[in-house]
């Protein structure tokens, strides 16, 4: 059997009586979009922070290709090669495409300038932001030191996925990537998407979109009243039978 990238083994998390995972599992292949779904409060968001670090869980355990993990913050996470793009995208809006890009990655120049007069490396940060995003098809976005308020939702949602494809040696976890877009840029970064998971990154797509989801998922997580209900695929049920799945209207499989 093939060892899953990021593995969830009966993850608990409790707020004093409310249940926010209650013993749920998760598995994402190599080379696979991985999305998951399921109703409010199905605990989705908890599962998804436990894998970042951004949340302990109170038991259960975490494997990073087949070794056991232990992430208290999400720098542990990122550190470990896992990054996640938050519905709130972290962008600094009054930066550019370039800062954004290595927010938090500073490139110093080289020798006394950057180690003594901590003097960033601009130039070098925006060829290689340049050369990230053009990697993953954003042509749209010819200046690479436009400010980051300048941009359309969608070219902000591709600065942040690229940011995340850049620095992401393992995985990278989306979470609701296309709420806030129309139809055009919706589509443009459902592309993004399989360019990221077409370079050898596996993807986890958290989304309340189920078109999108069926478009691009190779395999769908049902999350269910804090658990997972089963995994399917767009090839073995429809659409009406996620959801009814996802509500409880149908039994899982």
């Known amino acids: 059997m093939t ?122 940060m925006r060829s290689e932001a340049k050369r990230h995003m053009s990697e993953l098809g954003v042509a749209t976005l010819q200046n690479i030191g436009q400010a980051v308020e300048s941009l359309s939702g969608g070219q902000r949602q591709a600065v942040a996925v690229a940011r995340s494809a850049a620095f992401g040696s393992k995985v990278v976890i989306l979470d609701e990537p296309t709420a806030a877009l129309g139809v055009k840029e919706g589509n443009r970064v459902l592309q993004l998407i399989r360019d990221v998971r077409d370079r050898g990154l596996p993807v986890i797509l958290i989304s309340h979109n189920m078109p999108h989801v069926f478009e691009v998922a190779d395999r769908i997580h049902i999350q269910r009243l804090g658990k997972r209900a089963t995994v399917i695929t767009p090839k073995s049920h429809s659409m009406s039978e996620a959801v009814a799945i996802m509500t409880g209207a149908a039994p899982p499989p």
Do not use: C, W
């Open 3 to 124: 060892t899953p990238v990021l593995q969830a083994k009966n993850l608990t998390k409790r707020y004093g009586r409310v249940v926010a995972i209650d013993g749920s599992d998760l598995e994402l292949l190599p080379g696979e979009i991985l999305a998951v779904i399921g109703d409010n409060g199905a605990g989705k968001s908890s599962l998804i922070k436990a894998l970042s670090g951004a949340l302990i869980p109170d038991s259960g355990e975490i494997y990073l290709d087949g070794e056991r993990a232990h992430f208290k913050t999400p720098m542990d996470a990122r550190s470990a090669g896992i990054e996640t793009v938050y519905q709130t995208l972290a962008v600094a809006p009054g930066l550019d495409i370039a800062d954004n890009l290595f927010l938090g990655r500073e490139e110093r120049k080289p020798g006394v300038l950057g180690s003594v007069f901590r003097m960033l490396d601009r130039g070098k």
